[in-house]
């Protein structure tokens, strides 16, 4: 049974960094691409990061390229989200992910609040 736990959320001031860590268990890690959605209170869920297991490619979309980092430790089965020059646009809740889609969306944790001050 594949799990997924998020941590490393919580309240931030704009201009502020979080580092995000997901442990992941039941699957071959290694072999498991990883991504990163969020959803905000009202809006639909956001893809904001995803790393491939093969060769590492990494993918962001626009509102997040250049801020947040997707890195993984496969030794760890962790993989980690970096978040900097946050803004209150990126509160939401953050949902750790893998699957064989891509990015991959087929699986995902609970989810860690992020809430971004002003």
């Known amino acids: 049974q594949v799990q997924l736990v998020e941590s490393g959320g919580g309240v931030v001031q704009a201009g502020g960094s979080l580092r995000l860590s997901c442990a992941a268990s039941?699957?071959?890690?290694?072999?498991?691409?990883m991504g990163w959605f969020r959803q905000a209170p009202g809006k639909e869920r956001e893809f904001v990061a995803a790393?491939?297991?093969?060769?590492?490619?990494?993918y962001y979309p626009d509102s997040v390229k250049g801020r947040f980092t997707i890195s993984r430790n496969n030794a760890k089965t962790t993989v980690y989200l970096q978040m900097n020059s946050l803004t209150p646009e990126d509160t939401a809740v953050y949902y750790c992910?893998?699957?064989?889609?891509?990015?991959?969306?087929?699986?995902w944790g609970q989810g860690t609040q992020v809430t971004v001050s002003s």
């Open positions: 992910t893998t699957g064989g889609s891509w990015p991959p969306a087929d699986l």
């Open positions: 039941g699957l071959t890690f290694s072999f498991a691409n």
């Open positions: 790393i491939r297991w093969s060769d590492g490619t990494t």
